[in-house]
């Protein structure tokens, strides 16, 4: 009947009193020599041999441990980088946000300031347009605009000249600016653009581009768009693009 009891009374102190010891303390269950007997009322032992025979081959409940870094030179070392990997993060959002706040697109600036704000470096948001990053409009007229360009790796292909798909883009952006340089409000979109090749600019060869605004009707616009090489002024692409505006 002791028997009975006392193992009556362990059942109940396990079910009851072990959970809120872990609640109140997480770590007893990280411990290898915790033991529910060990935190038993002294009353639960009156039983003696009982009990004494019970806590031999009673299995602990503790789960495998997990190793814990809470001080210590390894956690100075977490908390060092932990905190630089945060100021990193802090620093690239801010970097980015503040790009993305003084970006602005060339038809922006254009509508803000009017034509003649062309002049100089490309003004771009990102994106595609990026790739002309380099680009340096020289000279801007009523219908005309004239841009120098200069060959560089990430605009080149396989045989190390200009790109084709970086001249077609050209047609794009300088007609565009010529259509802006007479309407500053009416950048519109692409209805179609066709570009012929005729020769090849080598990598670090300037390039000259003269954009010319043919036609500007009610619902379209209409311009053609040469590139040349600078150092002689042979031909190496012309193209027409048209816009709804």
């Known amino acids: 009947a002791d028997a009975y009891k006392a193992q009556q009374s362990m059942s109940l102190f396990t079910r009851r009193?072990?959970?809120?010891?872990?609640?109140?303390?997480?770590?007893?269950?990280?411990?290898?020599?915790?033991?529910?007997?060990?935190?038993?009322p002294a009353s639960t032992f009156s039983s003696g041999s009982?009990?004494?025979?019970?806590?031999?081959?009673?299995?602990?409940?503790?789960?495998p441990t997990q190793p814990e870094v809470s001080s210590g030179p390894v956690a100075a070392d977490l908390q060092t980088a932990e905190q630089k990997a945060s100021s990193v993060r802090f620093n690239e959002s801010k970097l980015r946000s503040e790009s993305d706040a003084?970006?602005?697109?060339?038809?922006?600036?254009?509508?803000?300031?009017?034509?003649?704000?062309?002049?100089?470096?490309?003004?771009n948001k990102g994106g595609f347009d990026n790739c002309?990053?380099?680009?340096?409009?020289e000279r801007v007229e009523n219908g005309s605009v004239t841009c120098r360009?200069?060959?560089?790796?990430?605009?080149?292909?396989?045989?190390?000249?200009?790109?084709?798909?970086?001249?077609?883009?050209?047609?794009?952006?300088?007609?565009?600016?010529?259509?802006?340089?007479?309407?500053?409000?009416?950048?519109?979109?692409?209805?179609?653009?066709?570009t012929s090749y005729l020769n090849a600019a080598k990598l670090g060869e300037d390039v000259l581009i003269e954009g010319k605004l043919?036609?500007?009707?009610?619902?379209?616009?209409?311009?053609?768009?040469?590139?040349?090489?600078?150092?002689?002024?042979?031909?190496?692409?012309?193209?027409r693009h048209t816009k709804a505006i």
């Open 149 to 194: 360009l200069t060959v560089e790796p990430h605009l080149t292909n396989a045989y190390n000249t200009l790109h084709g798909g970086a001249i077609a883009t050209l047609v794009d952006i300088v007609g565009t600016m010529a259509v802006l340089s007479v309407a500053p409000t009416k950048a519109g979109v692409s209805v179609d653009i066709n």
């Open 214 to 239: 043919l036609k500007l009707g009610g619902r379209l616009a209409m311009t053609q768009v040469d590139c040349r090489r600078a150092r002689d002024g042979v031909l190496l692409a012309t193209g």
């Open 132 to 137: 002309l990053r380099t680009l340096h409009v």
């Open 17 to 40: 009193v072990c959970p809120l010891l872990v609640r109140r303390n997480g770590a007893l269950l990280r411990s290898q020599s915790w033991s529910p007997l060990a935190h038993a």
């Open 50 to 63: 009982v009990l004494a025979s019970s806590s031999t081959s009673t299995p602990s409940p503790t789960s």
């Open 102 to 123: 003084d970006a602005i697109s060339f038809i922006e600036k254009v509508k803000r300031f009017g034509a003649q704000a062309l002049v100089g470096l490309f003004a």
